[in-house]
């Protein structure tokens, strides 16, 4: 009797007729009710919201389907896009083919628009590209400190911002809006960065030279009077010691016009992309007794400046940091 009551009341709940109507939304009818039910897929939360149309007509149903869900989305997530063409999704991507190329575009600005969970697609990607307000940036960058142990440095927040501000735009451009909303400002902390004093970079110098002459070994890394050349390099050139820039350096990116007293510097990794620098006077002379014999014997161009004996780039960078360590 009671497997009879089981077939009983399975057999009332399963769907007698189903009616597709677009992605989404469909209409079904069960043997519990003469009623037509709507099933409505919520594209926010993933799952199925059902209603019943109170409607017995097939046809009457199917206009009472699509109310609904217009309805539905107009009131709880009036923020969504209606179409692709119009989601923040869409400009975004946009974005990411035309600036791929780009010299000032980086694999940063391609994980904060399309990390999985957190990334600026995943956020607003659904949403109506004209919808998207101040308040809303607000919420996702508080929704970035919430997923982290520590708070992203406003440096890193402010550069989150600066890629919503690029993809509305393409939006402005598109004439879907008239202006950029209001942006959060990120906060400015003064963090002055630290300076050799004249007298500490004598020091400095000093303490270099000595270490080279005595042929001291750090971490297997023995001190030579190439790195001592190399770190005066660092001061007079500005370039960060990093294999995108100072060990990435090559004699074809270093150009010495005779007219002037310093080098000009093709960096073509550096933190903000490629760029062209420029050497202090003392750079020049730094650069010229780094080889011996440079005029006579010019070195082949596409020999690393700094450190040629490592064929592998990134294993300079830990040995560089071994040399310094005395000093």
């Not at 079904?28 to 919520?42: A, E, H």
């Not at 014997?297 to 960078?317: G, Q």
Request: charged share 30%; hydrophobic share 35%; proline share 6%.
């Amino acid at each position: 009797m009671a497997a009879d009551s089981k077939s009983f009341k399975k057999s009332i709940d399963s769907v007698t007729s189903l009616k597709h109507l677009r992605k989404g939304l469909a209409i079904y009818k069960t043997g519990r009710s003469p009623f037509w039910y709507i099933r409505l897929r919520d594209p926010l939360t993933s799952k199925y919201v059902v209603r019943s149309s109170r409607e017995k007509s097939r046809l009457d149903a199917i206009e009472t389907a699509f109310e609904l869900a217009d309805t539905y989305h107009s009131k709880a997530h009036g923020e969504l896009a209606q179409t692709k063409s119009t989601s923040f999704e869409h400009f975004a991507k946009i974005l990411l083919e035309t600036q791929k190329s780009q010299t000032d575009w980086s694999h940063r600005d391609n994980r904060i628009l399309s990390r999985p969970k957190d990334g600026l697609i995943f956020y607003f990607g659904k949403h109506d590209v004209t919808k998207v307000t101040s308040g809303m940036v607000r919420k996702y960058l508080s929704h970035l400190d919430e997923n982290r142990a520590k708070p992203l440095a406003e440096s890193t927040k402010s550069k989150h911002v600066i890629l919503i501000k690029k993809v509305l735009m393409l939006a402005v451009d598109d004439g879907l809006m008239r202006t950029l909303p209001p942006m959060p400002k990120a906060k400015r902390v003064d963090t002055p960065r630290h300076a050799f004093t004249d007298k500490e970079y004598e020091r400095f110098s000093q303490a270099a030279l000595e270490c080279a002459e005595r042929g001291d070994i750090v971490r297997g890394a023995r001190i030579t009077g190439h790195h001592a050349k190399m770190f005066n390099f660092v001061v007079h050139s500005f370039l960060r010691p990093s294999v995108g820039e100072l060990f990435g350096l090559k004699h074809k990116d270093i150009q010495q016009d005779p007219k002037t007293n310093y080098l000009k510097m093709t960096v073509r990794r550096g933190k903000t992309g490629r760029r062209e620098s420029v050497t202090m006077p003392f750079g020049a002379a730094i650069y010229g007794s780094s080889g011996s014999n440079m005029q006579l014997n010019p070195p082949d161009p596409e020999e690393y400046v700094w450190m040629p004996d490592y064929p592998i780039r990134p294993l300079v960078t830990s040995a560089a940091k071994s040399a310094q360590s005395p000093v």
